[in-house]
């Protein structure tokens, strides 16, 4: 496992805690490990999918290109799924998400 940063990790805690309502700072915490820890597993189960779709350019989900200050061009079909864990909602669950390629997004207009 590699090393984790405690600043990240508290921060990712806060948010959940301030989002969330119903439940302890303790909770949050817990969450926030969670989603800590699914990092690694995603990132293995995204590679496994793009390997197996046989995509070689960079990708991202609509809201990872969003951030970035791109926009999926309107019609765009994802590349390919996977599904990830979920870790900060604390019980486990799984999303699917949809990645786009580098080649279907444009710079946000301004």
Do not use: C
């Amino acid at each position: 496992m590699t090393k984790i940063n405690l600043s990240a990790l508290m921060s990712r805690a806060w948010r959940i805690y301030r989002k969330t309502q119903g439940i302890t700072f303790g909770e949050a915490l817990h969450r926030s490990w969670l989603a800590e820890k699914a990092q690694e597993t995603n990132a293995q189960r995204i590679e496994a999918a793009k390997a197996a779709a046989g995509i070689t350019e960079t990708t991202n989900t609509w809201a990872g290109w969003k951030a970035l200050g791109y926009e999926v061009v309107h019609g765009s079909q994802a590349l390919f799924g996977a599904e990830l864990i979920w870790g900060s909602k604390g019980d486990g669950a799984t999303y699917k998400a949809r990645f786009f390629g580098a080649s279907q997004v444009q710079p946000v207009a301004a």
